[in-house]
């Protein structure tokens, strides 16, 4: 073996010397490296802000912001990440929208029952020949966006009066259509409640987000994610933080008590 030269060796310790370590203001974002990429993940325990409503309050002090997809442009996702966030895109994907600019491309044939929501309506998840070119222009608006992630919502049909015959099958298959078309463009996601599913979804999701988990003693089931050291973003609604902050703490839940219009208020754990 050859020894190396001197210029060699000198080289190799200007490298050493100009490899620095984080600085002491950088915003911890609970983010890991993904086995399968270098998508970000964020850890169990990671504080986060939800808003879907409302002029958006950039002021709270958390590592991560779950914002509309459609309501903010590039440049408040570009701010926020400017500050040391990572920023979610919420999206319907299991749901029409009446009020989204792309909401005449969803022909009616696709558009099943009202899931509660004013304006929204299930969709049959079975015709991905029909969504799978809509979603990916929505996930691509997120993606250009600048988003690191995204918060697919209504991903849980076949346990709903849809409209259509939905089975558990169809479900897996169409949360994992849109778990690799949201990797492909390089985003993190995140599965939105279907908590039967998460034993068959969680190693193709990157986080969990959940509502009223604690209100209806279904928490434990998110454990999986957390044993996986990947987030479960947690909110409830109608039960005060005494209630559930406890728990929360135990199973490593990020939790948060939040009004039903998901403003800017808020109460962490």
């Keep these: 073996m050859r020894r190396p030269s001197l210029l060699v060796a000198l080289l190799a310790l200007l490298l050493a010397a100009c490899t620095t370590a984080p600085g002491p203001d950088a915003k911890d974002t609970g983010d890991v490296k993904s086995p399968s990429a270098d998508r970000w993940r964020p850890r169990p325990g990671t504080d986060w802000q939800w808003q879907l409503s409302g002029r958006l309050d950039t002021s709270v002090d958390v590592p991560v912001y779950d914002i509309d997809g459609f309501d903010h442009p590039k440049e408040t996702v570009t701010a926020l990440r400017r500050d040391g966030r990572k920023v979610i895109c919420y999206l319907s994907t299991g749901a029409w929208e009446d009020f989204r600019p792309d909401a005449d491309d969803f022909p009616k044939s696709v558009i099943g029952r009202g899931n509660g929501w004013e304006g929204e309506r299930w969709l049959d998840i079975r ?3 029909i969504l799978e ?7 691509d608006m997120c993606r250009d966006k600048g988003f690191d992630a995204v918060e697919p919502d209504n991903m849980d049909g ?7 015959p939905l089975t558990a099958a169809d479900q897996l ?3 994992r259509l849109i778990a690799r078309l949201t990797h492909e463009r390089g985003m993190s996601v995140g599965l939105k409640n279907d908590l039967d599913q998460i034993p068959e979804l969680v190693g193709d999701f990157d986080f969990a987000v959940n509502e009223q988990c604690a209100q209806y003693g279904e928490c434990a089931l998110l454990t ?3 044993e996986a050291d990947k987030a479960v973003f947690h909110v409830e609604y109608e039960l005060s933080t005494d ?5 929360s703490r135990r199973l490593e839940l990020s939790s948060l008590l939040k009004r039903y219009e998901l403003d800017a208020w808020r109460q962490a754990c």
């Design 127 to 129: 015709r991905t020949d």
């Design 133 to 139: 070119p809509l979603m990916a222009e929505r996930l």
């Design 158 to 164: 076949y346990r709903n009066r849809t409209g259509f």
């Design 173 to 175: 298959r169409y949360n």
């Design 224 to 226: 999986p994610f957390v």
């Design 243 to 247: 209630r559930f902050c406890a728990d």
